[in-house]
């Protein structure tokens, strides 16, 4: 069964730093480019961060470049997101996300459950 | 950045009705556009790629359409189990934006 599994999330005063991670199981990691997708308390849908197979295509949302670095480790299926200088705009549930392409055709198609953010004084 | 505007914000329907859903960009995003379910409490599903592909286990009752700006998600008979929120996405290109959703509630 196709897993992705979240963790790392918890609170934060502003500044601080948060590494999560995203375990993913039940397919070959090595074939997806992977996406973090966050949302704000009752809010919609941002997409935070975009890494390809091999890690030479990395893309980011304007309002955390400079600060959040994505990453992936294809030996351990794993991917990550290393999040400083945390503000409370941060503040979100963070989904990692399989982007499933074939040929031209690419999609979110399947995601965890996401780790909840919270930055807080 | 691509905005997109979805329309209406809450639609409330009763069980067997048909949900119409629109999605607009600010540009136009050739069939790059997906739409994904997300329910209370639960992450977002994928329901529908490059405006009118079903995924997988995907009822046939979901329909997209559309081209360039204006795309169209359709509920035919609506079930109780489809209240949840609707998002539209573009990969048309970075950052990959989404809209801001339509709750649809079922009577």
């Known amino acids: 069964e196709m897993q992705l599994v979240e963790s790392g999330g918890g609170l934060i005063q502003p500044g601080g730093s948060l590494r999560l991670s995203c375990a993913a199981s039940?397919?070959?990691?090595?074939?997806?480019?992977m996406n973090w997708v966050r949302q704000s308390p009752g809010k919609g849908l941002e997409w935070v961060s975009y890494?390809?197979?091999?890690?030479?295509?990395?893309n980011y949302t304007d309002s955390v470049k400079g600060r959040f670095t994505v990453s992936r480790d294809n030996a351990n299926n794993s991917l990550y997101l290393q999040m400083n200088s945390l503000r409370d705009e941060d503040t979100a549930i963070y989904y990692c996300?399989?982007?499933?392409?074939?040929?031209?055709?690419?999609?979110?198609?399947?995601w965890g459950q996401g780790t909840v953010v919270t930055v807080s004084s | 950045e691509i905005v997109l505007t979805q329309s209406p914000a809450t639609l409330s329907l009763s069980p067997g009705e048909r949900a119409t859903l629109s999605c607009r960009a600010s540009?136009?995003?050739?069939?790059?556009l997906t739409w994904y379910q997300q329910k209370p409490g639960q992450a977002p599903r994928l329901l529908i790629y490059?405006?009118?592909n079903r995924a997988t286990d995907i009822p046939a009752r979901f329909s997209g359409s559309g081209s360039g700006t204006d795309f169209t998600l359709t509920i035919n008979s609506l079930e109780p189990e489809d209240s949840a929120v609707y998002y539209c996405?573009?990969?048309?290109?970075?950052?990959?934006?989404f809209g801001l959703g339509t709750k649809l509630e079922i009577k």
């Open positions: 890494i390809s197979t091999s890690s030479t295509t990395i």
């Open positions: 490059d405006v009118f």
């Open positions: 540009q136009s995003i050739n069939n790059y």
């Open positions: 996405q573009q990969r048309f290109n970075w950052p990959r934006t």
């Open positions: 039940g397919f070959t990691f090595t074939r997806y480019g």
């Open positions: 996300a399989r982007d499933f392409c074939a040929t031209t055709s690419c999609r979110f198609d399947q």
